[in-house]
């Protein structure tokens, strides 16, 4: 049992993308302990968040995946953890370009079934009309058709790759963009706000802010349970809790979703 404090101990030194080990180290508190916590109260944020975000007033939304895995990579997961969830993890993002809230995300696989989850998810927390913006993923065409039909303003990104550089480290860096194209797919939108940009930075955002996304370290996780519940809390913190530098206010105060800056003692409250 843990007291109220602890529990805002953990959890911020959680969304500030530390390891569970090094928070053991920082609290006392055992691994297991801090890894229950983390799944109950990721269960109660992604609820919350889940229940508020509905009707909202956003007009450019942008959506992009980021890559990460459970256990092990794809090709290193063995027969017996086959059924378990383990092996690679797409996390797909919507962020609003002018009020920087992200107001649904999915984890799965990247592909049209998980495509036609997330855009149908998208679709029922919108108020009105928007402008989407998304990547050459194929798997965005026939989910937004089927989501939205021909009440949206939906344009893809193309980026144009060169060929990978021969010295230096290409290992996680991709081939030089040579260039992007605009492909205007249903609707009419406006060519000056097709762009990724904003939903890229966001997966940067999680890299660093989720130690499970960090690369090249063993703070992977586990299980996709403990993966879903880390990335609901980190949307809790950067939705509610975190000042955006450039809105000099939350997201959800500049979607109207919030009228205050949360502290960690409320979202920990959420679970009582």
Sequence with gaps: KLDHAKQIQIVAALVEGNSLRSVVRMTGVHRTTIQHLLVEI???CSAYQDKVFRNLNLNRIQCDEI?????CKAKNVKDRHAGKGWGDVWT????DAET???PC???GTR???AAHHFIHDLKARLAHRVQLTTDAHGAYLKAVSDAFGCEIDYAQLVKIYGSVPEKGEVRYSPAQCMGAKKAVVIGRPDFAHVSTSYTERQNLTMRMSMRRFTRLTNAFS???ENHEAAIALHFMHYNFCRVHQTLRCTPAMEAKVSDHVWSLEEVVALLH
């Design 42 to 44: 990721g269960a109660v």
């Design 67 to 71: 890559w990460s895995f459970v256990g």
């Design 92 to 95: 797909w993002t919507a962020l």
């Design 100 to 102: 920087k809230l992200v």
């Design 105 to 107: 995300w999915y984890v």
């Design 111 to 113: 592909d049209a079934r």
């Design 222 to 224: 586990k299980k996709v």
